[in-house]
């Protein structure tokens, strides 16, 4: 059927899904569809050929279904993959909109009407998505995610995708339905054994933007047995990479690319994937090979330029090991900011304190030292603020910003457990002159009845015993970011001027001298 013949019902969301041998997670999926807060709904599954009761259980619910006003289609097609079963079911797509979740995962009760609500608000763009969960299907805990978030920011998601620097987790968009079969008039989409969310997402993000709903709304189900987890030989994990080539090729043709730049960057992408492929099966002939055709292409850096950057990273790398090494204990860092948990995470040290992946006001901070065990046991409170894009709360008079957290509940979660791991044997308190910090806070700060203790500062203050200076910030009017590199050939942080593992083997009620490399 023509797009000028195609007529699609206003509000509609159209659900198409493939079905392949889900017969023990299918009913969680259609009881989440159930379950939805949005109900102009049309259901399309597609069983692609299941081998066990898949289809049955379809059946058994398709009266639940429409007995709630929502339209069940189910098709059975002979066993290819997900992209043939998707393509067989999209041409009968009436909706507005269109969705299209695997047959194992969840939708969150309100997860259609959020989506559709932002794009019924914005006309002026034709897709949007939400953030998702990960979660075994047996035990329903929490997974930890297989896939980047990216920059939530980022609305031009084409080259973020195929790079794999964000999600295509599939049930977390959806799209304008006649935006995407101005794409495929047919709504046939191109059909490789790699899954059909390249084919879905990559045409339609090349030619629309598509911004980000910070809200968990999808639910991916992690399972050894599912096609994108099962473990491949080499064989077949050399025909995954031709196929993601070749189906690359054509969404090429589909787009319309032809400048040199962009399939440079394609190009590329290939490159790198091989490179990735012959590391892994150490076939370090071909490795080498691709790695200096991949250099040829590769933004104009010539083979020399590599070699150098991978001497910096190996040195770097030793650098840091030979400093893990050193250090004798595990201990507990409170810090106003990240520099905590970049010391942890580089010292792979067990995260024994409440202040990792957040930030305080330096005044907070030394308020919170000064009186710490009242804070701890006080009740952290969520703060609604619009103008943060993370979530906040208050500790009695204390704001915390919980900077990489996605909500708080999670937020206050990872406070409540990790301040039950202070040691308070092995306890190093750490400040930065930034973040509202005056000399008044200094004087505070250096007064703090911890021995163990030192900030961070922008020029020297030798009245302030607990205070280090670090070089390149002496003309600024705060200290600036100080876990960033030095523009130098050897790797290091500014924060390495500072010698914090000498400072972190200190024991007891002395003092914590202050030490430079």
């Known amino acids: 059927m023509a797009l000028e013949e195609k007529q699609f019902t206003e509000g509609?969301?159209?659900?198409?899904?493939?079905?392949?041998?889900?017969?023990?997670?299918?009913?969680?999926?259609?009881?989440?569809?159930?379950?939805?807060?949005?109900?102009?709904?049309?259901?399309?599954?597609?069983?692609?050929?299941?081998?066990?009761?898949?289809?049955a259980v379809a059946k058994s619910w398709?009266?639940?279904?429409?007995?709630?006003?929502?339209?069940?289609?189910?098709?059975?097609?002979?066993?290819?993959?997900?992209?043939?079963?998707?393509?067989?079911?999209?041409?009968?797509?009436?909706?507005?909109?269109?969705?299209?979740?695997?047959?194992?995962?969840?939708?969150?009760?309100?997860?259609?009407?959020?989506?559709?609500?932002?794009?019924?608000?914005?006309?002026?763009?034709?897709?949007?998505?939400?953030?998702?969960?990960?979660?075994?299907?047996?035990?329903?805990?929490?997974?930890?995610?297989?896939?980047?978030?990216?920059?939530?920011?980022?609305?031009?998601?084409?080259?973020?995708?195929?790079?794999?620097?964000?999600?295509?987790?599939?049930?977390?968009?959806?799209?304008?339905s006649e935006a995407f079969f101005r794409i495929y008039p047919d709504g046939k989409i191109p059909?490789?054994?790699?899954?059909?969310?390249?084919?879905?997402?990559?045409?339609?993000?090349?030619?629309?933007?598509?911004?980000?709903?910070?809200?968990?709304?999808?639910?991916?189900?992690?399972?050894?047995?599912?096609?994108?987890?099962?473990?491949?030989?080499?064989?077949?994990?050399?025909?995954?990479?031709?196929?993601?080539?070749r189906l690359m090729d054509d969404i090429v043709k589909i787009c319309g690319i032809t400048d040199r730049s962009s399939l440079k960057r394609i190009r590329i992408w290939k490159y790198r994937r091989r490179l990735l492929l012959a590391r892994q099966y150490g076939q370090y002939g071909k490795a080498i090979k691709t790695f200096l055709l991949l250099t040829k292409w590769e933004h104009g850096k010539n083979v020399a330029d590599r070699i150098l950057e991978g001497m910096r990273n190996a040195e770097w790398r030793l650098y840091k090991y030979i400093k893990r090494k050193r250090l004798k204990g595990q201990p507990s860092i409170l810090a106003s900011n990240c520099i905590g948990t970049m010391i942890c995470h580089d010292m792979k040290l067990p995260w024994n304190s409440p202040t990792v992946n957040l930030k305080m006001d330096m005044n907070d901070f030394v308020k919170f030292c000064g009186n710490m065990?009242?804070?701890?046991?006080?009740?952290?409170?969520?703060?609604?603020?619009?103008?943060?894009?993370?979530?906040v709360g208050m500790l009695g008079d204390i704001r915390i910003d919980f900077v990489h957290y996605l909500n708080f509940e999670d937020a206050a979660g990872q406070w409540d457990r990790r301040k039950k791991r202070i040691d308070r044997e092995q306890l190093f308190i750490m400040g930065c002159e930034k973040d509202g910090c005056t000399y008044e806070t200094l004087r505070r700060f250096d007064r703090l009845p911890w021995e163990n203790k030192v900030i961070l500062t922008r020029k020297p203050y030798p009245e302030f015993r607990s205070a280090f200076p670090v070089r390149g910030f002496e003309d600024c009017d705060e200290l600036g970011t100080v876990t960033n590199f030095r523009p130098q050939f050897l790797k290091r942080r500014y924060l390495d001027d500072f010698d914090y593992v000498s400072f972190l083997n200190r024991k007891g009620n002395r003092r914590a001298g202050i030490h430079r490399k």
């Open 12 to 55: 509609l969301v159209s659900i198409v899904t493939p079905v392949y041998n889900t017969e023990e997670y299918l009913p969680d999926y259609l009881d989440s569809i159930l379950r939805q807060t949005y109900r102009k709904l049309e259901l399309i599954l597609v069983d692609d050929g299941s081998e066990d009761r898949s289809a």
């Open 62 to 176: 398709q009266g639940r279904l429409e007995e709630k006003g929502i339209s069940c289609r189910i098709l059975r097609t002979r066993h290819r993959n997900a992209s043939a079963a998707l393509g067989h079911g999209l041409p009968f797509v009436t909706g507005e909109y269109l969705i299209w979740p695997d047959s194992d995962d969840v939708l969150a009760a309100n997860s259609i009407e959020i989506r559709v609500d932002f794009l019924k608000k914005h006309p002026e763009y034709s897709c949007v998505r939400s953030l998702s969960w990960y979660f075994d299907p047996k035990t329903k805990k929490r997974r930890a995610a297989d896939e980047k978030t990216g920059d939530p920011e980022q609305e031009e998601l084409f080259w973020d995708v195929l790079e794999g620097r964000t999600f295509v987790c599939c049930g977390c968009y959806i799209l304008r």
């Open 191 to 245: 059909v490789y054994p790699v899954g059909q969310n390249f084919q879905m997402l990559l045409p339609f993000l090349y030619f629309h933007k598509c911004p980000t709903i910070r809200k968990e709304l999808y639910g991916v189900a992690v399972r050894s047995g599912s096609h994108s987890r099962q473990v491949l030989t080499r064989e077949q994990t050399e025909r995954k990479y031709q196929d993601y080539e």
């Open 373 to 391: 065990d009242w804070y701890l046991k006080q009740e952290l409170r969520p703060v609604p603020d619009p103008q943060a894009p993370y979530p």
